[in-house]
C-alpha cells in the first residue's frame, strides 16, 4: 500500500554510503501501465520484475544491491532467484517466498480478490494524486477508513501508536484505489506461485530483516535462512511488519552492515 517516498528516511542515511534508486511498483505510488494496450498482465510477478531489469539496463545499474519490502520483497527474491547476475546481495524486509499449499494459495487469492472488489467500488472519481485536491471529505474518509482497517492486521504490531502513523496514513492516501486493486489482483499473494522449491538456487547474499512482534513473519524468513545458503535473520526489537517506518535509522545501519561485509 505504500510508495517510494515511504523510504525517505532510509535513504536519508543510506545515501551517506551508496547511490540509492528507489521505485514504485506497478499499481502504486505514480507508477501504472498506461495507454490503450494496458494489461493486467503487465502487472503480474514475472512482468513487473522483467520492467525492473530493463530499467536497471537503461541505467547502466548492473550490478546493484537490491532492498524490498512486503510485496517487493516476494520480488525481490524473484529477482535474486532469476536474474542473480544483476545483484551483488539483497535485503529483504517482512516478506515470504510465496504459499506452498495449493489449497492455502487460493484462499489467499480469494481473500485479495475481495480486498481488490472494495477498492474497486469505491467512487469512480477517486483517482489518486491527480484527483486528491478535488475529492470530498466522504471519498477520502472513505479510503482512510480502508487503510485504517488494513493497519489493524496483527503483523502490524504497535505501527498504529507510532507517532508518525497519522503521516504515513496521509501519504497512502496518495495511491490510487484502483491501481491498488489491480496490483492486488495480479501481483497478491494468492497470485503467486511458491518459490521455495528455488530457494537453494539463490547464490547471493541474503539479508532477512522482520520485527519482534510480527511472529508470523519471523518463522517465514526463519525457514527462507534454512534454505539459503548465504542468508542472514536479523529481528528488530519492537517493531511490526514495517520496520523501516517504525526505526528507520536500525533498519539503515542493518542494511549498511551487511552490504559493507
Known amino acids: 500500500m505504500g510508495d517510494r517516498d515511504e523510504f525517505?528516511?532510509?535513504?536519508?542515511?543510506?545515501s551517506n554510503y551508496f547511490y540509492c534508486v528507489a521505485i514504485d511498483l506497478l499499481g502504486h505510488g505514480e507508477t501504472r501501465a498506461v495507454g490503450a494496450i494496458a494489461l493486467d498482465s503487465?502487472?503480474?510477478?514475472?512482468?513487473?520484475?522483467?520492467?525492473?531489469?530493463?530499467?536497471?539496463?537503461?541505467?547502466?545499474?548492473?550490478?546493484?544491491?537490491?532492498?524490498?519490502?512486503?510485496?517487493?520483497?516476494?520480488?525481490?527474491?524473484?529477482?535474486?532467484?532469476?536474474?542473480?547476475?544483476?545483484?551483488?546481495?539483497?535485503?529483504?524486509?517482512?516478506?515470504?517466498?510465496?504459499?506452498?499449499?495449493?489449497?492455502?494459495?487460493?484462499?489467499?487469492?480469494?481473500?485479495?480478490?475481495?480486498?481488490?472488489?472494495?477498492?474497486?467500488?469505491?467512487?469512480?472519481?477517486?483517482?489518486?494524486?491527480?484527483?486528491?485536491?478535488?475529492?470530498?471529505?466522504?471519498?477520502?474518509k472513505f479510503f482512510e477508513l480502508f487503510l485504517e482497517s488494513w493497519y489493524q492486521q496483527s503483523i502490524f504490531g504497535n505501527l498504529?501508536?507510532?507517532?508518525?502513523?497519522?503521516?504515513?496514513?496521509?501519504?497512502?492516501?496518495?495511491?490510487s484505489p484502483l491501481e491498488l486493486a489491480r496490483s492486488l489482483r495480479n501481483l497478491g499473494l494468492g497470485m503467486q506461485r511458491s518459490l521455495c522449491k528455488k530457494l537453494a538456487e539463490i547464490d547471493i547474499p541474503l539479508l532477512l530483516v522482520v520485527g519482534e512482534l510480527d511472529q508470523k513473519f519471523i518463522e517465514i524468513n526463519q525457514q527462507i535462512a534454512e534454505q539459503?545458503?548465504?542468508?542472514?535473520?536479523?529481528?528488530?526489537?519492537?517493531?511490526?511488519?514495517n520496520t523501516h517506518f517504525e526505526n528507520p535509522e536500525l533498519f539503515a545501519q542493518k542494511i549498511i552492515d551487511f552490504l559493507q561485509q
Open 42 to 140: 503487465d502487472y503480474t510477478m514475472a512482468s513487473t520484475a522483467n520492467l525492473i531489469i530493463k530499467f536497471l539496463d537503461k541505467l547502466h545499474l548492473k550490478p546493484c544491491h537490491l532492498v524490498g519490502y512486503s510485496m517487493g520483497g516476494r520480488l525481490a527474491l524473484y529477482l535474486a532467484i532469476f536474474y542473480p547476475e544483476y545483484f551483488r546481495k539483497a535485503a529483504i524486509e517482512s516478506a515470504s517466498a510465496g504459499l506452498t499449499s495449493e489449497s492455502a494459495r487460493l484462499s489467499r487469492q480469494e481473500q485479495d480478490f475481495l480486498l481488490a472488489h472494495k477498492l474497486e467500488t469505491m467512487k469512480p472519481s477517486f483517482d489518486g494524486v491527480a484527483a486528491l485536491h478535488h475529492q470530498n471529505l466522504e471519498q477520502t
Open 228 to 241: 539459503v545458503r548465504f542468508a542472514k535473520l536479523e529481528i528488530i526489537a519492537n517493531c511490526g511488519h
Open 160 to 175: 498504529r501508536s507510532h507517532p508518525n502513523f497519522p503521516q504515513m496514513l496521509a501519504q497512502r492516501l496518495n495511491n
Open 8 to 14: 525517505k528516511s532510509v535513504i536519508a542515511v543510506l
